[in-house]
Nanobody, 122 residues
Framework: QEQLAASGGASVQAGGSLRLSCASS????ILWFRQGTGNKREGVAA????????FYADSVKGRFTISRDNSESTMYLQMERLKPEDTGLYFC???????????????????WGQGTQVTVSL
């Protein structure tokens, strides 16, 4: 898998689940962000792989989980109880530094790859 290329997007009904993945070895801070209508970008989940510590936007807290596999080369975003407002193009972004205070901010990241589309319908 190409580094930071997101995959796993699909069309699902509200209440369903999806798991997104991206290859991201060597980076310290990883962010999943989405781009919705009007091209607005929203950081939804981030991880500082040194601890690891996880961070979530209020809009997804309790429904989304960011994690990595044991080889520490693949990052996942497990999405549960999906809602129509979760629809968007999802990206995986990464930085080599800790990004204290800006982990959920997409502009803080200089590395990201191809997105994957998630569509949630009623």
């Amino acid at each position: 898998q190409e580094q930071l290329a997101a995959s796993g997007g699909a069309s699902v009904q509200a209440g369903g689940s999806l798991r997104l993945s991206c290859a991201s070895s060597g980076y310290r801070t990883i962010l999943w962000f989405r781009q919705g209508t009007g091209n607005k970008r929203e950081g939804v989940a981030a991880i500082d792989t040194n601890y690891p510590s996880t961070f979530y936007a209020d809009s997804v807290k309790g429904r989304f989980t960011i994690s990595r596999d044991n080889s520490e080369s693949t990052m996942y975003l497990q999405m549960e109880r999906l809602k129509p407002e979760d629809t968007g193009l999802y990206f995986c972004a990464a930085q080599f530094d800790p990004l204290l205070g800006t982990r959920l901010m997409p502009p803080a990241y200089k590395h990201w790859g191809q997105g994957t589309q998630v569509t949630v319908s009623l």
